[in-house]
């Protein structure tokens, strides 16, 4: 059964701080990994990192996948009070039509 | 361009109830699926669907039914609401994965049952 573990579960910083978050894989034939950034509603589409493309940055936010450990970390520099959200990692299998998700990251930013 | 759109946003029910929840799309995408998510537990994945006429069991598929019937919407039923299916309720659709970069979400329907 694939699955998803993302941690921590939530997360506590100073607006400028920088912040990690990891998302460790189980997929049987890996196609691919999301981030999602849920705000007050619906989840928005951050990366999606492949066994071609580990590596991905917009902005303040990257994210690299590590084939190797299966494992991806979410980068975040300089953190404003609009990156509180819960961050949701979720992996694609080839073998698969949808998407499973870890159990996500609630991230507070504090002024 | 409206996206996904879900139907209705807020909805309370009394246990033993019924009801439907509408997701539309305008995207011409051909999968679409349910989750539910839960505090603490992430999206974790009622039903779905991979083309018109075609539905499938996700993770978590007791107590709900649902319906393709145009390629464009995506029906959830309860039959019998339970207490248990107090959550908040996500549409999505896409592209397969293979040509995707991920889901497009709905609003949410946030679904209390008492």
């Known amino acids: 059964e694939d699955k998803v573990v993302q941690s921590p579960l939530s997360l506590v910083v100073h607006e400028g701080d920088t912040v990690t978050l990891n998302c460790s894989y189980e997929v049987t034939n890996f196609r691919s990994l999301l981030w999602y950034k849920q705000e007050k509603k619906a989840p928005t589409f951050l990366f999606m990192l492949t066994s071609s493309g580990i590596e991905k940055k917009s902005g303040r936010l990257s994210s690299i996948l590590d084939k190797k450990e299966l494992s991806s970390i979410l980068n975040i520099t300089a953190t404003q009070t609009g990156d509180s959200a819960i961050y949701l990692c979720g992996s694609a299998s080839n073998s698969g039509y949808a998407l499973n998700f870890g159990k996500g990251t609630s991230l507070l930013v504090t002024p | ?114």
């Open chain 2, 1 to 114: 361009n409206a996206g996904v759109t879900q139907t209705p946003k807020f909805r309370v029910l009394k246990t033993g109830q019924s009801m439907t929840l509408l997701c539309a799309q305008d995207m011409n995408h051909e999968y679409m699926y349910w989750y539910r998510q839960d505090p603490g537990m992430g999206l974790r994945l009622i039903h779905y669907s991979v083309g018109e006429g075609t539905t499938a069991k996700g993770e978590v598929p007791d107590g709900y039914n649902v319906s393709r019937l145009k390629k464009q919407n995506f029906l959830l039923g309860l039959e019998s609401a339970a207490p248990s299916q107090t959550s908040v309720y996500f549409c999505a659709s896409s592209y397969s994965l293979s040509r995707s970069a991920g889901y497009t979400f709905g609003s949410g329907t946030r679904l209390t049952v008492v």
